[in-house]
């Protein structure tokens, strides 16, 4: 394709090493409407770009998912460093100069940094609060004589003193159980970033680790499953480590340059 | 013991979780203002991944996962509209 044919601004996705083994044009669909996605590349790395770009994508299900799909196809194919969404160039010229060429060594250590490296996103669920709630009636004995005092009829209060009790046992085990997770992955893990964690929700983490290790995660996450029977795993990946490694670009002086 | 394999496709918290997550290299140095500016966002992703978990637990089904993750993601481009426009 001349890169003349082509049409601004540009839709970034990612950047990653150059090889001889590249293709031109990359298999996935492109953000919408835009051009398929080609490679552009200069000092040993390629920027990952679709022509015909809008000035911006809504945050929507499709949008996020064409623009993972480049990004996960082109992993694939070389180490690669994930660009955040809606990242917009104005023209070729600005990404090979301000980012290709001026920051051709940055970009080449944070390639290096993450190549043969996956990422997975861990979360455990509590699978069944009425079995939740079951078993720290039978293990608490404080909160158990609370509850059955209830039972003979009792004041607004008392009520809410147990459910708090039970909603500090909840967490409780939560934190425990979270902990037992982490301490099952931390010596397989190069880093594990924790997320957040909504009512119903175990452990949430993501974990950037070696392609060789997956197994070995894989297994541990599997263990911890087979101990604890009320919380369901539930594993993504891999995916191109965007927790670890995602860039976001700000071109300062669009103006001049487009 | 249990356990639910990611449903092919199903997880936007790849892009997502970054979109909204620590930010490791810039062109221009705007790191702290992009910190700030996520403070917004962050409660949708937390509703987004209590949803995800919902699914995990067969709490609801694909297709209400589906609709009310769309509508958190019509409030999280509200919101980047919003700051945008106050950006200009």
Redesign the interface.
């Known amino acids: 394709m001349e890169q003349s044919e082509l049409t601004a601004p540009f839709y970034l996705y990612a950047i990653a090493r150059d090889s001889a083994d590249l293709p031109k044009l990359l298999e996935h669909s492109p953000v919408e409407g835009a051009g398929q996605p080609f490679l552009l590349s200069a000092n040993g790395l390629v920027a990952v770009l679709s022509d015909n770009s809008k000035d911006?994508y809504?945050?929507?299900?499709k949008n996020?998912?064409a623009?993972?799909n480049v990004?996960e196809q082109m992993i694939r194919l070389t180490p690669s460093?994930?660009v955040?969404?809606n990242t917009i160039a104005p023209s070729l010229e600005l990404v090979r100069a301000?980012?290709l060429t001026e920051?051709a060594d940055?970009?080449k250590n944070?390639i290096k940094s993450v190549e043969g490296r996956i990422?997975l996103?861990i979360?455990a669920?509590?699978?069944?609060e009425a079995k939740l709630l079951e078993r720290i009636l039978e293990e608490d004995s404080s909160i158990r004589a609370l509850r059955d005092s209830l039972q003979n009829g009792a004041g607004h209060q008392e009520r809410i003193r147990l459910g708090q009790m039970v909603e500090n046992a909840i967490l409780k085990r939560r934190d425990a159980l979270g902990a037992k997770l982490e301490a099952y992955l931390k010596p397989l893990v190069e880093d594990l970033?924790r997320?957040?964690?909504?009512?119903?929700?175990v452990a949430?983490l993501?974990l950037l680790i070696p392609e060789s290790q997956l197994e070995q995660v894989e297994e541990a996450?599997?263990t911890f499953?087979?101990e604890?029977?009320l919380?369901?795993?539930?594993?993504?990946?891999p995916?191109?480590p965007?927790?670890?490694?995602?860039?976001?670009?700000?071109?300062?002086d669009d103006e001049d340059e487009s | 013991?249990?356990?639910?394999?990611?449903l092919e496709?199903i997880?936007?918290?790849?892009?997502?979780?970054?979109?909204l997550?620590?930010?490791?290299?810039?062109?221009?140095n705007?790191a702290d203002q992009?910190e700030e500016a996520l403070l917004d966002e962050?409660p949708i992703?937390?509703?987004l991944?209590?949803l995800?978990?919902?699914l995990?637990?067969g709490?609801i089904e694909e297709n209400d996962f589906?609709e009310r993750?769309?509508e958190l993601?019509e409030r999280?481009?509200w919101i980047?509209q919003q700051k945008?426009a106050r950006l200009r």
């Open positions: 911006r809504p945050i929507s299900r996020l998912m623009h993972k990004v460093l994930p955040r969404f301000r980012l920051k940055e970009l944070k990422e996103s979360r669920t509590w699978l069944d970033a997320g957040t964690l909504p009512e119903g929700v949430n993501s996450i599997y499953d087979a604890n029977d919380t369901v795993v539930r594993i993504t990946g995916l191109a965007f927790t670890f490694s995602e860039m976001t670009i700000r071109w300062s | 013991m249990s356990k639910r394999e990611g496709g997880e936007l918290l790849g892009p997502l979780g970054a979109f997550g620590p930010i490791l290299f810039i062109a221009e705007i992009a962050k992703v937390h509703e991944t209590r995800g978990a919902d995990d637990a709490r589906y993750e769309a993601l999280l481009e980047t945008e």
